[in-house]
C-alpha cells in the first residue's frame, strides 16, 4: 500500500533562518506531488506541483522554492523565513491521470 | 485555478440535528471532490462528483453536484460528535492540482 511520510511535525524557526521540509512517498511511481500551505484557520493555498523528477510548477510567487531530486521525494525550501511563512504545511500526492489526492500528516511551521 | 467559494465558514450545531455545506462556482466544473479534515489533523478525501446531477450516499453523508456543475453540496444527518472538523470542497479544472475551497468549520455539541 501507498504511504507518505513528512517531516519534522513541528517546527520552530527564527526570522531570516533557512528551511527544508521533506515529503516522500512509498509504494507508487512517478506521482504528482504537491504542498499545500494551511494558515491558522484558513484554507489550503498550493504552493507548488510536480508531475516529474525536476519539474516544478509554482502557483504562488513567494521567497518558498520546491525541488524533487527523485520521483518520490519532494522538498521545500526557503533561504530566508519570514514571520508571514508560519503555517501548517502539507505534502500530498496523486496518481498520475487522477486529482484524488492523499495527505501526509503535516508540518506545523512557526516563525518567530 | 478556478475559484470554490464554500458557506457557511462555521456551523455550530447539536449533536442529532442535520447539518449542510455548500460549495459555489461562477463557471462549470468538470469536477468535484470532498475532504474532511479533523481538528490538528491533516484532509482526507471523502468522495468526487463528475456527473451533472449526481448524488452519492455513505452512510449518514448525501454528496449533490448541481445540474449546471457549478455547485455542489455535502449533507449530514443526525450529526455525531464525530463529525467535528472542517470540510472542503475542492476542483482540479486543470487536471494536475486541485483548488480548495476555505472549508467549513463543524462543531457539534453533545
Known amino acids: 500500500s501507498q504511504t507518505i511520510h513528512q517531516w519534522p511535525a513541528t517546527l520552530v524557526q527564527p526570522v531570516g533562518s533557512p528551511l527544508s521540509l521533506e515529503c516522500t512517498v512509498e509504494?507508487?511511481?512517478?506521482?504528482?506531488l504537491y504542498w499545500y500551505r494551511q494558515a491558522a484557520g484558513r484554507g489550503l493555498q498550493l504552493l507548488f506541483y510536480?508531475?516529474?523528477?525536476?519539474?516544478i510548477s509554482s502557483e504562488v510567487p513567494q521567497n518558498l522554492s520546491a525541488s524533487r531530486p527523485q520521483d518520490r521525494q519532494f522538498i521545500l525550501s526557503s533561504k530566508k523565513l519570514l514571520l508571514s511563512d508560519s503555517g501548517f504545511y502539507l505534502c500530498?500526492?496523486?496518481?498520475?491521470?487522477?486529482?484524488?489526492?492523499?495527505f501526509g500528516q503535516g508540518t506545523r511551521l512557526t516563525v518567530v | 485555478g478556478q475559484q470554490v467559494m464554500q458557506i457557511p465558514q462555521y456551523q455550530h450545531v447539536q449533536e442529532g440535528e442535520d447539518f449542510t455545506t455548500y460549495c459555489n462556482s461562477s463557471?462549470?466544473?468538470?469536477?468535484i471532490q470532498w475532504y474532511k479534515q479533523r481538528p490538528g489533523g491533516h484532509p482526507v478525501f471523502l468522495i468526487q462528483?463528475?456527473?451533472?446531477?449526481e448524488v452519492k450516499k455513505q452512510k449518514r453523508l448525501t454528496f449533490q453536484f448541481g445540474e449546471a456543475k457549478k455547485n455542489s453540496s455535502l449533507h449530514i444527518t443526525a450529526t455525531q460528535t464525530t463529525d467535528v472538523g472542517t470540510y472542503f470542497c475542492?476542483?482540479?479544472?486543470?487536471?494536475?492540482?486541485?483548488?480548495f475551497g476555505k472549508g467549513t468549520s463543524l462543531l457539534v455539541t453533545p
Open positions: 500530498a500526492w496523486s496518481v498520475k491521470g487522477n486529482t484524488e489526492a492523499f
Open positions: 509504494g507508487t511511481s512517478n506521482p504528482n
Open positions: 510536480s508531475v516529474g523528477i525536476g519539474q
Open positions: 463557471t462549470t466544473l468538470s469536477n
Open positions: 462528483l463528475v456527473k451533472s446531477g
Open positions: 475542492a476542483n482540479s479544472n486543470s487536471g494536475y492540482a486541485l483548488n
